[in-house]
């Protein structure tokens, strides 16, 4: 079974600083990861996908994510953070094929300082 | 124009009592979801349909019970409501059941009192 794991519940960045949120995953094989983002009251929206291939993509709002097989990872990365980014990221994994739905990680809360 | 529906928005319920959520989809999708979140659990996996069957049931308690009366509708039942039930629901759907991207509905936040 497949598993996530985001090591930090909370992160404060300073407005216009870089960002990087971890996510790492669990699985023997090559799975589908996501990063999904929650705005306060709202539902989850899909900010960035990984499917087999380049191993950096590229999100909505200059969000970008690695994959990593070597470190089972998936980070997060922003390079210049805005106070609108202030918002709950959860990273998913997937099994590709089959019968099989995301596993999400507990989130990480993000806080932009001015 | 959203594309996933939840109704209602809000919810206020007694203990005891029951209440329907309802979801639907005009994605085209052909798997549906049902998640619960609360400061208890952040992100909880209830159920999931594809083609109108149950594919996987998380929920341990039986008085949790999707219907889906059309391909693109996904409700959710819930009798002998608990101030423990008290959380966000969401609906969320994808292509198919093939570990693909989710795309989620605003919720309904429910109240028990």
């Given amino acids: ?114 | 124009d959203p594309k996933i529906i939840q109704k209602p928005k809000y919810l206020v319920a007694v203990t005891g009592s029951e209440k329907i959520l309802i979801c639907e989809q005009y994605l085209g999708h052909n798997a549906m979801y049902w998640y619960r979140q609360s400061a208890k659990k952040p992100l909880e996996f209830m159920f999931s349909y594809s083609y109108q069957k149950l594919m996987d049931n998380q929920t341990a308690s039986s008085r949790f019970q999707p219907q889906s009366s059309k391909k693109n509708h996904l409700d959710l039942q819930i009798t002998a409501l608990k101030p423990d039930d008290s959380a966000t629901y969401f609906c969320a759907s994808s292509q198919e059941t093939g570990g693909e991207e989710q795309y989620f509905g605003p919720g309904t936040r429910l109240t028990v009192l």
């Fill in chain 1, 1 to 114: 079974a497949q598993s996530v794991t985001q090591p930090d519940a909370r992160v404060t960045v300073s407005e216009g600083a870089s960002l990087q949120l971890r996510c790492k995953y669990s699985y023997f094989g090559t799975p589908y990861l996501f990063w999904y983002v929650q705005y306060p009251r709202q539902g989850l929206q899909l900010l960035l996908k990984y499917y087999p291939g380049d191993p950096v993509v590229q999100g909505v709002n200059g969000f970008e994510a690695e994959f990593s097989k070597s470190n089972s990872s998936f980070h997060l990365r922003k390079a210049s953070v805005h106070w609108s980014d202030w918002a709950v990221y959860f990273c998913a994994v997937s099994i590709p094929g089959g019968n099989y739905k995301p596993t999400f990680g507990k989130g990480t809360s993000l806080v932009v300082h001015p």
